[in-house]
């Protein structure tokens, strides 16, 4: 495992960590998107399907089951206790999501690198991620305002992708038999859409001011 | 005939 790889699964457990410590210490979840915590949900049990037929490390196998733990955790926490139920932007948070799940099934039935059950899975999870954030960068849109352990929720995430990118082109150049090119396409795809997030971050960190994006 | 490479990313 190189540098950027584990960087970028460290800096995608923070981002996590950083997301429960907001839920527990501030018993809200006011400006996080419940539908994008459905679809990473989503993505980890779609995607780690091979813990029941591969093994890799125990790294490897702690890290798919904390992803999977975790995640069903904000969920449960967002829909169902009390507090952090009642601080949910449900209004804001509209976007369709059942059409991104639609939209990457049908291209992870069309687009895969073998026709099985557990490569559609892979393809649908890895496309779905690309596109999951989605919801939340809407969510922020509408609401203007983007608390600080929001900003650095995004903030983390996004790094993740970023490092995960220099992952594979340190991959590709060093390693034989590497070709993810579904993975490292859908990675571009989804980088790209922080991007924009990413500008008004920097901009905000810049001036020492608190993060605001236009509407 | 060449061996896939494994998932090994998360």
Known sequence: MNIFRFAGDMTHLISILVLLLKIYATKSCSGISLKTQELYAL??????????????????????????????????????????????DKELDTFRHYLLVAGCFALAVLVNEKFTFQEIFWAF?????????????VLLQRSGNVDNLTGQYIFFLGAYRALYLLNWIYRYFTEVRFSRWIACVSGIVQTGLYADFFYYYFLSWKNNAKLQLPA | HEQEPTKDEL
């Open chain 1, 43 to 88: 993505v980890f049990l779609t995607r780690y399907l091979d813990l029941f037929t591969d093994f890799i490390s125990v790294y490897n196998t702690v890290m798919k089951l904390v992803f999977i733990a975790s995640s069903l955790a904000i969920v449960w926490c967002m829909r169902m206790h009390g507090l952090v139920k009642r601080s949910y």
């Open chain 1, 125 to 137: 999870s890895i496309y779905l991620e690309a596109v999951a954030i989605l919801p939340q960068l």
